[in-house]
């Protein structure tokens, strides 16, 4: 259990500071959505909200220049997460992989200790992952799933393993049919991610647990 947890936290504190191959629809067929995920909108209203957090996050810290001029391409960055949200979570569902509250509040607690309480933690977040103090949980809850996808499917530390979730996160990526606002540019399901939109989670979360995060 103690491994499980060091393994959830050593992506968290890595994770998000994360050739177009669909014909997108965009906003003429979807108007209002930034994203069309298995038929699910994710409104861009609801973008932007995110975009708005962290933006205030990052005005109200010591470093605002610096992390703001560090995220220049937030919406995208943003727009990016929430889409791998829905693959994560089609995953994690058809293995029939849950996360309980208690795990979720336990992970919390340990990654606050790890970097010394809840406001460093969350300034961690905010400065290497764009992620706003309310969003914290989302980034915790996917963490934890992706480290019970890579357990039950007995993904280990080496390039066959990395392949292996590639290909697992992959296939679900394609069974979506995501189909994304041009202004925000194309999914790419090799890559697992928006565009040329640099999310290094395959990396991560096949890294040695005890490892020290990327970037931190």
């Given at each position: 259990?103690?491994?499980?947890?060091?393994?959830?936290?050593?992506?968290?504190?890595?994770?998000?500071?994360?050739?177009?191959?669909?014909?997108?629809?965009?906003?003429?067929?979807?108007?209002?959505?930034?994203?069309?995920?298995?038929?699910?909108?994710?409104?861009?209203?609801?973008?932007?909200?995110?975009?708005?957090?962290?933006?205030?996050?990052?005005?109200?810290?010591?470093?605002?220049?610096?992390?703001?001029?560090?995220?220049?391409?937030?919406?995208?960055?943003?727009?990016?997460?929430?889409?791998?949200?829905?693959?994560?979570e089609k995953v994690a569902a058809e293995a029939g992989i849950t996360v309980s509250r208690k795990e979720?509040?336990?992970?919390?607690?340990?990654?606050?200790?790890?970097?010394?309480?809840?406001?460093?933690?969350?300034?961690?977040?905010?400065?290497?992952?764009?992620?706003?103090?309310?969003?914290?949980?989302?980034?915790?809850?996917?963490?934890?799933?992706?480290?019970?996808?890579?357990?039950?499917?007995?993904?280990?530390?080496?390039?066959?393993?990395q392949k292996k979730l590639t290909d697992l996160f992959g296939a679900a990526s394609r069974d979506l049919?995501?189909?994304?606002?041009?202004?925000?540019?194309?999914?790419?399901?090799?890559?697992?991610?928006?565009?040329?939109?640099?999310?290094?989670?395959?990396?991560?979360?096949?890294?040695?647990?005890?490892?020290?995060?990327?970037?931190?």
């Amino acid at each position: 259990m103690h491994r499980r947890r060091r393994t959830a936290l050593s992506v968290s504190a890595a994770l998000l500071v994360a050739a177009p191959l669909l014909t997108a629809c965009g906003g003429d067929a979807h108007p209002g959505a930034a994203a069309v995920v298995g038929g699910d909108r994710i409104e861009t209203a609801a973008l932007q909200a995110q975009v708005r957090d962290v933006r205030s996050a990052q005005e109200a810290s010591p470093q605002a220049e610096q992390l703001i001029r560090a995220t220049g391409d937030l919406s995208r960055e943003k727009l990016n997460g929430m889409i791998f949200d829905r693959v994560v979570e089609k995953v994690a569902a058809e293995a029939g992989i849950t996360v309980s509250r208690k795990e979720l509040r336990q992970t919390r607690r340990d990654a606050a200790r790890q970097y010394g309480g809840e406001e460093q933690l969350a300034a961690m977040l905010l400065q290497q992952q764009g992620t706003a103090p309310g969003e914290i949980d989302g980034v915790i809850r996917r963490n934890v799933l992706m480290n019970k996808i890579a357990e039950k499917h007995g993904v280990t530390n080496s390039p066959e393993g990395q392949k292996k979730l590639t290909d697992l996160f992959g296939a679900a990526s394609r069974d979506l049919g995501i189909d994304v606002n041009p202004r925000y540019g194309t999914w790419d399901h090799d890559r697992i991610q928006l565009g040329r939109y640099q999310a290094p989670w395959l990396r991560q979360v096949t890294e040695d647990p005890g490892a020290a995060p990327a970037g931190a």
